[in-house]
């Protein structure tokens, strides 16, 4: 039988390592059938990023800063000397001054502010933007959010107002980019342990919170994440668009601490 994403092209962002949710994503695209492109963020990724490509048969292992438009654009000129097509791309990328992942929200500076939302928010519509050029119908979009964009989460701060606002943008694009036939959603992923996570305050704490008052009294993993990516970025979601989809162990339906929960 034909696998579900055979004869598809992919762009994967934001792989640092292989702890990274851009990880989990990549392989169960990958296993599914997908060829994949892979873009890393500065030569010091570099040597990491290529055996993690290659494990997955791909060559095309090309360098992006998401802060700067002309390192965009070079992306795509790079990809479509590559590929003559696109047909879903994953935006994993996010980041902060973490000192500022810490103490209170109301104490963010301006310029932090700034860099959080043009690194974690706007790049995924510059992205969108060239990605869009390169795609036809059929074409899917996927960025990564967290709860922190819904609910105030210790220590989250500013990327949670960020957040709010990336998950807005996702139904912007959608309906702009859904007359074509291209759809745009986000995961909200549970606290998972990587490079990025590293940097919010208490994230332990935030981890085992999770695991003892998530309905399935646990975390997830990142191929939690890729499973839940494959149905969005393949046709199993061709119906679905704007969405912010919860792979959470069901957190977000939780309103109080589980009377079986222990102390932390
Ligand atoms: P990660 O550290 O593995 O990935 C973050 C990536 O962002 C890195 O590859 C880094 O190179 C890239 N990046 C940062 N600034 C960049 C720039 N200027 N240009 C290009 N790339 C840049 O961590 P992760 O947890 O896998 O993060 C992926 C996404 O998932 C982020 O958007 C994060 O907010 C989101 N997310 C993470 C969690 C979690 O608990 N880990 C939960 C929900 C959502």
């Not at 070079?74 to 590559?82: I, K, N, P, S, T």
């Amino acid at each position: 039988s034909q696998k579900l994403m055979a004869g598809k092209r992919g762009l994967i962002m934001g792989l640092a390592n292989d702890k990274s949710i851009a990880w989990g994503i990549a392989k169960a695209c990958a296993n599914a059938g997908a060829e994949l492109a892979f873009s890393y963020q500065g030569d010091a990724l570099k040597k990491r990023v290529d055996p993690l490509a290659a494990e997955l048969g791909s060559d095309i292992v090309l360098p992006c800063d998401v802060s700067d438009e002309g390192s965009v654009d070079a992306l795509f000129a790079g990809l479509a000397e590559r590929w003559d097509g696109l047909d879903f791309v994953v935006h994993a990328i996010g980041f902060s001054d973490k000192n500022e992942l810490r103490g209170r929200y109301v104490d963010t500076s301006r310029d932090n502010f700034r860099m959080t939302m043009d690194i974690s928010v706007f790049s995924f519509t510059s992205v969108v933007q060239r990605a869009e050029k390169m795609m036809k119908p059929g074409g899917s979009a996927l960025t990564l959010t967290y709860y922190g964009a819904e609910r105030v989460m210790p220590h989250y701060n500013v990327m949670g107002v960020a957040k709010a606002a990336l998950e807005a943008s996702v139904r912007y694009l959608a309906e702009d980019l859904g007359k074509d036939g291209i759809r745009v959603n986000a995961i909200s992923a549970g606290p998972i342990k990587t490079l990025a996570a590293s940097g919010i305050g208490d994230f332990r704490y935030i981890m085992k919170w999770n695991e003892y008052n998530s309905p399935l009294r646990r975390n997830v993993t990142i191929e939690d994440v890729g499973n839940s990516a494959l149905y969005l970025l393949s046709d199993l979601g061709s119906g679905v668009t704007g969405e912010v989809l919860h792979v959470d162990a069901g957190y977000h339906v939780v309103g109080m601490k589980a009377v079986d929960a222990p102390d932390i």
